[in-house]
């Protein structure tokens, strides 16, 4: 079956940096674009960055742009997220999530994906 696990997630102080990584198993990791989302207790879960199939586009949410970095390797069907000048704000579970409707698009509504991991906390402390 599809799992998508998420590592990396941590406490860090703000200003400081963390990547999360996402592995991809039990699907064709070309055939999907691939997002991060984040949710706090009591919130929706929210768009944070997507990326087409190849790599060769990406979008952000405008709380994160800038900051930051969503990149993938289809040869290890991983997708990343690396998060630069962290805030408090930020403090979060962080998901994965591949959707195949279009893989060639940057589509950030979470309930046009497929699949789902199960979630990494990062807390920053001010």
């Known amino acids: 079956q599809v799992q998508l696990v998420e590592s990396g997630g941590g406490l860090v102080q703000a200003g400081g940096s963390l990547r999360l990584s996402c592995a991809a198993s039990?699907?064709?990791?070309?055939?999907?674009?691939m997002g991060w989302f984040r949710q706090t207790p009591g919130k929706e879960r929210d768009f944070v960055a997507t990326i087409t199939w190849s790599g060769a586009s990406t979008a952000y949410a405008d709380s994160v742009k800038g900051r930051f970095t969503i990149s993938r390797d289809n040869a290890k069907n991983t997708v990343y997220l690396q998060m630069n000048s962290l805030k408090a704000e930020d403090t979060s579970v962080y998901y994965c999530?591949?959707?195949?409707?279009?893989?060639?698009?940057?589509?950030?509504?979470?309930?046009?994906?497929?699949?789902w991991g199960q979630g990494t906390q990062v807390t920053v402390s001010s």
């Open positions: 039990g699907l064709t990791f070309t055939r999907y674009a």
């Open positions: 999530a591949a959707q195949a409707r279009v893989r060639t698009g940057l589509i950030t509504g979470a309930g046009l994906y497929d699949y």
